[in-house]
């Protein structure tokens, strides 16, 4: 979907899409409701959580499953991996780790139909190891 078919969604619904889209570490529903409740006193964590759902329904966001972590939500969709910083919580793109057509690999090798790519690293970020 579009930039564009969003100014078709409520105003609250597109300040979450851009909350997200435009936060570099992958927000928690906590941490985009947080930030948008300061301009945006109406809004409640409720309606958050629902649009942030309902995005990643839409395939507009992508959920981030870490073990032992708040879901994440990422409005970059295509397949690549994530690191969660064991030090920060930070999540970080992590991009041209997958091998180009890993999806067809499999299915063809094994015929399983891979519809989404998901793999995630834990450990110190670039910026956690800088400061030790």
Do not use: W
Request: glycine share 6%; net charge neutral.
């Amino acid at each position: 979907m579009t930039v564009t078919a969003i100014r078709k969604f409520s105003r609250q619904r597109e300040l979450i899409y851009n909350q997200v889209k435009d936060y570099p570490v992958h927000p928690t529903a906590e941490e985009v409701y947080t930030v948008l409740k300061k301009d945006h006193p109406t809004l409640s964590m409720g309606t958050v959580y629902r649009n942030l759902n309902l995005l990643s329904e839409m395939g507009m966001l992508r959920k981030i499953h870490i073990d032992n972590s708040p879901e994440r939500f990422d409005a970059r969709t295509d397949s690549h991996c994530h690191l969660l910083c064991v030090q920060c919580g930070r999540v970080f793109d992590i991009v041209g780790v997958l091998p180009e057509g890993i999806e067809n690999r499999v299915f063809e090798r094994h015929g399983h139909l891979v519809t989404e790519t998901a793999l995630n690293f834990k450990g110190i970020c670039r910026n956690c190891a800088e400061d030790k």
